[in-house]
């Protein structure tokens, strides 16, 4: 009686098509080796060559983000308008440890400040530095920005302001005393409009030349202390630094941010009560990189000499895994010559194609070398080739089909970063299987075609483990039940714990190295009040427009500070603007007519006898004017004492000349500032912030929560977009570039799954063999997520496309032991080189990722740790639960009596040689 699987059906015409193609194949690689391995070379040099030549680097991050998407066209909208607003931090922090406010401490802060951007304005690729707000800078905006009564003051004085614009001390003092001789002695007569001009202009020159004693007071000699950029408590003062940026290269700002910090540390030791540090968007980008870059090529050089070693002592020798190497890097070149082909370009998320391709590209020149090895215990190069072809290549196609589709259909998403990463890293891994079904079989014929040594065969007692795993097992179906029963248990507990306590962490500060100094002080510059690295932005086309945004954006408590440009100017009316134009009127006139030049009385004179007329007049205006009085009798005992002073001082007339050349300087600033336009008078360290060369203004709104946290982060977006639909800035890029990644994530997992199960279906055309394969994938992705959950380790944007790779790996190793299953034909099933295979290509990409665990980015510590457990639960559902569901479907029957008689040695072209197992569907 026959056993019922041995049964077959007809064989169907795409089998024998696949097999006819694994022959042709097969054929080529054993009469053509060395044309293959020479045409792929070329290939591959090309591609080194072409993508040295012709591939960018874009490390803009920015360039993660579709340009396609609405909130990203208005963002860049708002960036070809405004610039870059990205700037470099430097923070002094003149209370460290919450020490009492400290005079002292607070000059020293400014000192420092001083030093900084002293040797920051001479170092090159920093156009622009900004720490204070310069005197003259701020008189640019004085007539826009001064209370308008006193600009009224100012233009009322028209008499002497030409004179004191020149610097003419002398014409300005004549005058003075002139004029208060004519109010003393007609004041009576004359209309209120001319007196009050008589009065401020005399005011204007006296309170001028009283600038050369101690102090300028109020007067237009007198200049404004620097404003240092300082957080809202006075404690942190700010340099805001806009190095230049190369986004063709990985580090963008690795030279300039290098000279930063090396002046930061000369200056620290300069002053050691102060803390001062660096933080910023483009710091904690270049310190994310920098950290990760160390932590990547320790790893590798690590994992590699491990991996390395691992596969020299598992096949027995270094020839065969030195040609994997070679294979693969065939494979590499031709990756490379495909991006710059079909993207151009690397961005910092495809850049990490060469870790997808290193932990999933080799296992199939693994699965390769296995079979071939085993085959060589009984065959000549040639027949191992063809044993190859028709054993492990089916099962590499259809892993690597699998693979590549996850990561292809990243295409399908909204995220560009990984739309380019899949289409690079899917047609990495197919182009891997290419080189390892055509050039690493070619190598290895190349070396051993010569020779008719085979392979020893392993004695019985040195069985390895994993195939005593998975051939020992105790009679009957019960213990079979029991492993899959459990193993779905565990799933299910797993996918449990994970649907309750896996988390998608968005904190990119989270991710960082902790104890990282730009990390700590962004939280230090947010705990101290309004971050000054987030905030969002809102255009207004004119000051009345920026004003019901600022007004609007009180009414929120997600609002904790805006800043715009009328904090420095007002929103003008007909008064302030008819005070300007008299302003303009009176510098540009020629005032009185009084005589200029050495023909003039001494300025020292001419300051006395004001003093004397002016105490006159405010003795005279007592009794109706009070207040009047003695702000004027003031004004003449200070200008009587100066004069006194100045009349035994061999200097004085120097003195005096030289508190009117300030002013002039001063006037001069203001004419300059009100005749350009408001961009223009704004001083540069505001004004890149405040206006676009548009013309348009930017209202900055600063959250009151940290928006590090996604919840604060999504109530500041969605109170900025209530505010204007088309508000834009850094916090809503961030908010929907997680958004856009997570809803890839769930995309691509649903599909994936799909794309799987389909791929897996044509490659079998078995229900139950498609059910094997996709039960093991989402037993292994179950027991990962239930791990990482049970562990704390929650899903990031660092770890998430860790998950693609898994599905890949856990399903070409099903794929491959349902293959070798089939192989049996219903004879006992020994899995062999393909067992240990999965395990090596589980426990290669368990180091090479898993190394990552002692890095001290965070980030890749949880990618290392996700990987680890993923390696290791796929690896173990494929070992243990796949060889239980097959036997659990009946497939493992009585052993083939010429399973063990097989022919040693086999002529080369023999047709006993080419002679393939039949294939069975059960």
């Known amino acids: 009686m026959s056993h019922p699987h041995d049964r077959r059906p007809a064989k169907r015409p795409d089998g024998r098509l696949r097999r006819a193609l694994e022959r042709r194949v097969a054929d080529l690689v054993i009469g053509h080796p060395l044309l293959i391995v020479a045409v792929s070379g070329v290939i591959a040099a090309g591609g080194f060559l072409l993508a040295s030549r012709s591939l960018a680097l874009d490390a803009d991050t920015n360039s993660l983000i579709g340009a396609d998407r609405p909130f990203m066209r208005l963002y860049r909208t708002f960036l070809d308008e405004f610039g870059d607003l990205e700037n470099l931090y430097v923070v002094v922090d003149s209370r460290p440890g919450d020490r009492p406010i400290d005079p002292v401490d607070e000059q020293a802060a400014r000192d420092a400040v001083d030093l900084l951007l002293e040797r920051l304005q001479a170092a090159p690729d920093l156009p622009e530095v900004h720490g204070r707000i310069e005197p003259l800078e701020q008189l640019a905006m004085a007539t826009r920005a001064m209370a308008t009564n006193e600009l009224e003051d100012l233009a009322d004085a028209g008499r002497v302001l030409p004179a004191i614009a020149e610097g003419d001390a002398a014409a300005a003092l004549r005058q003075a005393r002139l004029d208060l001789a004519t109010l003393l002695r007609r004041g009576v007569l004359l209309d209120e409009q001319t007196r009050r001009e008589l009065a401020a202009g005399s005011i204007v020159a006296i309170e001028t ?444 007339r120097d003195r005096i000349d030289l508190a009117f050349e300030t002013a002039a300087a001063n006037l001069q600033a203001m004419r300059e500032g009100d005749r350009s336009n408001l961009r223009d008078a704004i001083p540069p360290a505001l004004r890149r912030e405040m206006i676009a060369p548009s013309g348009r203004m930017l209202v900055r709104l600063m959250p009151s929560e940290d928006l590090w946290q996604v919840e604060p982060l999504e109530r500041f977006v969605d109170v900025l977009r209530q505010i204007d639909p088309e508000a834009t800035g850094v916090p809503m890029t961030q908010l929907e570039s997680i958004r856009d990644m997570s809803r890839a994530f769930v995309l691509m997992a649903t599909l994936a799954l799909a794309a799987v199960v389909l791929l897996v279906w044509l490659d079998f055309r078995s229900l139950a063999a498609t059910a094997i394969c996709t039960t093991a994938l989402v037993l292994g992705i179950a027991w990962t997520v239930g791990a990482m959950a049970a562990l704390g380790i929650p899903l990031n944007l660092a770890n998430f496309f860790g998950i693609p790779i898994l599905m890949g790996l856990g399903i070409d190793s099903a794929v491959h032991m349902v293959h070798r299953a089939r192989e049996s034909r219903g004879g006992r099933i020994q899995y062999g080189a393909t067992a240990r295979a999965v395990v090596l290509t589980a426990a290669t990409t368990a180091i090479g990722f898993g190394s990552l665990i002692f890095a001290a980015h965070r980030g890749l510590q949880s990618l290392g740790m996700v990987m680890l457990l993923g390696s290791a639960a796929c690896a173990a559902v494929a070992v243990l639960v796949v060889p239980a569901l097959v036997r659990l479907a009946g497939w493992d029957g009585r052993p083939r009596a010429s399973s063990q008689q097989e022919v040693d040695v086999r002529k080369p072209g023999s047709a006993e040689s080419a002679a393939t197992s039949p294939r069975w569907s059960p």
């Not at 194609?353 to 699965?367: A, C, E, I, S, T």
């Not at 899949?422 to 070619?442: E, K, Q, R, V, Y």
């Not at 020779?451 to 020992?472: A, I, K, M």
Request: with cysteine; net charge negative.
């Open 209 to 652: 030349a009283l600038a050369a004693g101690e102090t300028s007071g109020d007067s237009l000699a007198a200049r404004p202390p620097p404003r240092y950029l300082t957080s809202e408590t006075g404690r942190l003062h700010f340099i805001a630094i806009l190095p230049k940026k190369d986004f063709n290269r990985l580090d963008a700002i690795r030279t300039p941010l290098a000279e930063i910090r090396r002046i930061i540390d000369e200056v620290r030791g300069e002053f050691p009560s102060l803390e001062i540090g660096l933080t910023g968007k483009p710091v904690l980008q270049a310190d994310e990189l920098a950290t990760t870059d160390r932590d990547m090529v320790r790893a590798a050089s690590v994992a590699g000499g491990v991996i390395a070693a691992m596969f020299m002592v598992v096949f027995r020798s270094v020839v065969r895994p030195l040609l994997a190497i070679v294979s693969f890097a065939m494979a590499f070149g031709w990756t490379y010559g495909l991006a710059t082909l079909l993207v151009g370009h690397l961005n910092l998320l495809s850049i990490v194609f060469m870790l997808v391709l290193v932990g999933v590209g080799v296992d199939y020149g693994v699965h390769v070398v296995a079979r071939y090895v085993e085959a060589r215990r009984r065959r000549l190069s040639s027949g191992a080739v063809r044993v190859v072809m028709r054993t492990a290549v089916p099962g590499n196609v259809t892993g690597a089909l699998t693979s590549s589709a996850v990561f292809l259909l990243a295409l399908a998403t909204e995220f560009q970063g990984l739309r380019e990463l899949g289409l690079i890293a899917g047609g990495g891994l197919l182009l891997c299987m290419l080189a390892m079904t055509l050039d690493l079989p070619a190598l290895l014929h190349l070396t051993e075609r010569r020779g008719r040594r085979r392979e020893p065969r392993p004695r019985p007692s040195s069985l390895d483990p994993v195939e005593t795993v998975v051939r020992r097992r105790p009679a009957g179906r019960r213990p079979d039940l029991l492993i899959v029963a459990a193993t779905i248990g565990l799933a299910l507990a797993g996918a449990f714990i994970a649907v309750k306590h896996l988390r998608f962490e968005t904190n990119l500060l989270e991710l960082q190295a902790e104890g990282l100094e730009s990390v700590e002080w962004e939280h230090r510059v947010f705990e101290d009040s309004t971050s000054a690295s987030w905030f969002g932005a809102i255009v207004a086309d004119d000051l009345d427009e920026a004003q019901q945004v600022l007004e609007a954006a009180s009414r929120h408590p997600e609002i904790a500070g805006t800043a715009s440009v009328l904090d420095l100017v007002p929103r003008p009316d007909e008064r302030r603007v008819a005070a300007r134009a008299a302003f303009r009127d009176a510098l540009e006139g020629d005032g009185a007519d009084v005589p200029r030049g050495d023909d003039v009385r001494n300025p020292v004179a001419d300051l006395a006898i004001a003093a004397d007329t002016l105490d006159r007049l405010a003795v005279a205006a007592a009794p109706t004017s009070p207040e009047e009085a003695r702000r004027l009798a003031d004004v003449a005992t200070r200008a009587a004492s100066l004069a006194r002073e100045l009349e035994i001082d061999d200097r004085g």
